[in-house]
């Protein structure tokens, strides 16, 4: 049953409404104006829920008018998006379409015609209620299917390394969609793919088709695992060994530190540098000769892109989802090529036909750039979210009030946790914070020790000579098999009394799926009520993504005993510089929290931390 049914202009003037109980129903229908209309905000779903009740709702675009009905959340009424449409057909056909001004606060009477479409809705779902299905036997189950191997979780076993691109191959599960081709390692895709993001971001011309290119994979990279390098300037030649099994003494390690970096991180971070359709044209003017057809080429490709697929639709007057829908599809498969996690690349393509249904059309060109449009507001408006976070401002404001400021980096295994923790690190200290890391890591061997290794190359690059005598990083570790939430506890404190101005705390990488793992995390941070938690994530996942975070969020807020419990509240997007023009990531992972990417990883230095560019994402998704 409808409790009520409510039309309103998105300006927020009912026109009419029923309402079949003697309860308000203003905070639900505020809500909604405030929080879904007037913010712009998941309009795609067209239905949200607030407390015990549950609100669908159709927008009419040509009118600006909202069709809204608010029911009971536990029921389930199935002919909910049909009969708002006819609702909606209904009042246009009695009141000739737009509401003047005038008529505006006039009685509109829709009740008659609001009975007549409602009891059609009604009586069409009574009849389309099949039998229900018969329950499948155990036998016919996948469950069935299962040894009872493949059931066993062995917790002691450490989680396998997902992506790591210098140790280990990546797991099916977190490659990007397509799969490696013609026998290509990862390794080979990653360092094809760097090598593409490098030309991007240089601005000098571009390598002619015949230059040789850097060769893929020697004999000896093949051979064997290599240990990790730290390559702190960037350049081969300045690479840090940091293969812990030979720990040299401090002066040697610190011989080759490229001390360009020093200076380079001041203020606050850079935006992402990914090419933009300006730059595409800039390139292009520069560009000689030689170049002239290779980019022209390029170019044609680029303007084809996602919008080519709205060619077929010509002419219409008003725009129908009939005829949107092949096109949507495509466009869904686009998004989802460029790693835009499956159901996010739905909801995108919901929301541009949200947003083209009924329209007014006219030749190619004006339905691409209205479905450009729509797409870019939506994922602009996904990638905008509205809480930003300023460290800076905030850390300055703790010190202020004699309290360290506290980030919980959280995320499933070989993500980059350490390393971006350390790159952060290294931007704090660039701005004047001193800062102790607190390694909560105490499962995966060697967590420590890298830790261990940071801090002394961030200790050489900023020595607390030139700190006016402070050291700009200390580690704080008890070794390994303690309690971390102990542990963060005790650096949290040690901080508190010898005034260190922040506390990175590094925990140990952990899947989504397990329960004690998730269970010790929310403990964790529970019990140190940090400033800020952050997830890291790296870019090169698709679906993965959407699991990740909603399953790391649910546990966060299912095993906290607290009322309002500390969730994800930012995300670090790492591995950036591997994934070419593959973005998606970045648009589900801000999809599924609503919060933002705070940092976005782009390479092995210090430097290579950068903040997203809202733009770039969305002119790469375009292409
Ligand atoms: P953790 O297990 O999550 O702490 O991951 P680590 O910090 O140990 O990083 C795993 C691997 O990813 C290491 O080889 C890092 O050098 C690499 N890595 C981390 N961040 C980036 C990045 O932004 N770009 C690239 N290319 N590699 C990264």
Redesign the pocket.
């Known amino acids: 049953m409808l409790d009520f049914v409510v039309i309103f202009t998105k300006g927020g003037v009912v026109l009419w409404h029923s309402s079949a109980t003697e309860s308000s129903f203003a905070s639900c229908i505020n809500s909604l104006i405030r929080g879904v209309i007037l913010e712009d905000r998941n309009t795609e779903a067209k239905y949200f829920e607030e407390d015990h009740l549950a609100v669908q709702f159709k927008l009419d675009n040509e009118l600006d008018l909202v069709y809204a009905a608010i029911f009971q959340k536990v029921i389930k009424l199935n002919y909910l998006d049909g009969f708002l449409a006819d609702m909606q057909a209904a009042f246009k056909d009695k009141f000739g379409g737009i509401p003047s001004a005038e008529r505006l606060g006039n009685e509109y009477d829709f009740d008659r015609e609001y009975r007549r479409v409602l009891s059609a809705a009604e009586e069409a779902s009574a009849k389309q209620v099949k039998a229900p299905k018969a329950m499948r036997s155990y036998n016919e189950s996948q469950k069935s299917k299962k040894t009872v191997a493949s059931m066993i979780q062995d917790d002691k076993k450490p989680v396998e ?1 997902r992506v ?4 280990s191959p990546p797991s099916s599960k977190s490659q990007p969609s397509s799969p490696p081709e013609n026998g290509a390692s990862m390794d080979d895709i ?1 360092r094809e793919n ?1 090598r593409k993001l490098r030309e991007k971001l240089t601005p000098t011309k571009k390598t002619s088709p015949g230059d040789p290119r850097p060769s893929k994979t020697t004999a000896s990279e093949k051979a064997g695992k290599k240990p ?1 390098v ?1 390559d702190l300037g960037g350049n081969s030649k300045d690479a840090v060994n940091l293969d812990r099994s030979k720990d040299t003494p401090e002066d040697v390690q610190y011989q080759n530190i490229n001390s360009e970096l020093v200076g380079t991180m001041q203020g606050v971070i850079r935006d992402l540098d990914v090419e933009s359709e300006d730059d595409a044209e800039n390139e292009e003017e520069s560009s000689d000769e030689e170049e002239e057809e290779e980019l022209v080429q390029s170019k044609k490709n680029k303007r084809g892109g996602l919008l080519s697929y709205f060619k077929g639709i010509v002419g219409a007057k008003t725009m129908s989802l009939a005829d949107l829908q092949p096109a949507l599809e495509k466009m869904r498969d686009h998004l989802i090529s460029k790693n835009v996690a499956t159901e996010i690349a739905a909801k995108l393509c919901d929301s541009v036909a949200t947003s083209l249904d009924g329209k007014q059309m006219g030749t190619f060109d004006s339905i691409a750039s209205q479905v450009k449009e729509a797409l870019t507001q939506s994922l602009v408006r996904i990638l905008s979210p509205k809480r930003r976070i300023d460290i800076i401002r905030d850390a300055l404001e703790s010190k202020r009030n004699g309290r360290p400021y506290t980030i919980i980096f959280c ?11 350390a790159k952060i690190c290294f931007w704090l200290i660039e701005n004047d914070f001193n800062v102790l890391i607190a390694a909560c ?1 105490t499962f ?1 061997a060697g ?1 420590v020790e ?1 830790l261990r290794t940071h801090t002394r190359h961030l200790n050489a690059l900023h020595p607390a000579t030139k700190h006016d005598g402070r050291t700009m990083v200390q580690l704080y570790e008890k070794g390994y098999g303690k309690d971390a939430a102990g542990i963060a506890m005790e650096a949290i404190k040690f901080a508190h009394d010898t005034r260190v101005d922040v506390v990175l705390v ?1 925990t140990a ?1 952990r899947m989504q799926d397990n329960e004690p793992l998730m269970r010790s995390l929310s403990k964790l941070i529970k019990v140190n009520n940090p400033d800020l938690v952050l997830f ?1 994530g790296e870019a090169l996942v698709g679906n993965e993504a959407v699991d990740q975070l909603v399953k790391f969020n649910q546990s966060l807020a299912d095993y906290s005993s607290n009322e309002n419990p500390h969730i994800i509240d930012g995300i670090v997007l ?5 994934i070419d023009d593959k973005v998606g990531a970045a648009i589900s992972m801000t999809y599924i929290t609503g919060q933002p990417i705070v940092f976005v ?4 230095t210090y430097a ?1 931390l950068k903040a997203i560019n809202v733009n770039a994402v969305v002119n790469s998704l375009m292409k």
């Not at 790492?574 to 591997?578: G, Y």
């Open positions: 390394k790591n691109i210098q140790e990653i760097r990790r730290w995320g499933v295994n070989g993500v980059g946790k350490s390393t971006n923790l890591d995966r967590a890298q590094d990488g890291v790492t591995k950036f510089d591997t990883g782009t390479g092995q290579d």
